[in-house]
């Protein structure tokens, strides 16, 4: 474990080459599971206010979940999550050409539609973010539909940490992150 502050970061983050490749991947990350993303009360109220921008983006099916259930719900666990399609897709999952499915959230940030990207646990992810009492734990996620990232970082040089740059800085600030990037650095070098 490498300690940031008060927060420990799995040396996966240090070693892992990671570089998402959508055109193998299609997003699945957004359809597989049985719960919606992790989410903020916060995040919610936002996901709230800006359903409408993202509305006409939305499968028929995701907006009669809304209208029927709303934007989120408290999974099995206790966690206040986006609500899911068929106990699977993300309702603010679309879908591009080739069949890529899409953050409808992202796509309107990246079309200028919002300044809100999309829940932090989204942007995060492979990495999850689990908070205690005294301290903030940051792991990778890994299963079977990352691999081809891995594959991808591997053949482009990209390790995980450098690969979530942007999200990490949004969750823990540039101080925060550049002193990250210094020990996972260091890290490696020890252990090349």
């Known amino acids: 474990m490498l300690e940031i502050g008060n927060v420990l970061v799995s040396l996966d983050v240090a070693e892992q080459y990671f570089c998402c490749d959508l055109d193998q991947c299609l997003g699945e990350c957004c359809i597989e599971g049985d719960a919606g993303a992790p989410i903020t009360e916060q995040e919610g109220e936002k996901i709230a206010e800006l359903a409408p921008t993202v509305w006409d983006d ?75 009492p005294s301290f903030t734990a940051v792991n990778y996620h890994r299963w079977k539909i990352c691999r081809s990232a891995e594959a991808n970082g591997r053949r482009l040089g990209i390790r995980l940490y450098q690969f979530m740059r942007e999200p990490l800085i949004e969750r823990f600030g540039q101080e925060w992150y550049e002193e990250l990037a210094e020990a996972c650095q260091a890290w490696n070098q020890q252990n090349s």
């Open 58 to 132: 939305l499968a028929p099916s995701a907006q009669q979940v809304i209208k029927e259930q709303g934007v989120s719900y408290i999974d099995e666990e206790g966690d206040l999550v986006t609500s899911i399609v068929n106990g699977r897709d993300c309702v603010f999952t679309c879908y591009a050409p080739g069949g890529k499915c899409l953050c409808a959230f992202d796509k309107a940030y990246r079309e200028g539609k919002t300044q809100w990207r999309k829940p932090i646990s989204c942007y995060l992810y492979p990495l999850r973010i689990t908070e205690y």
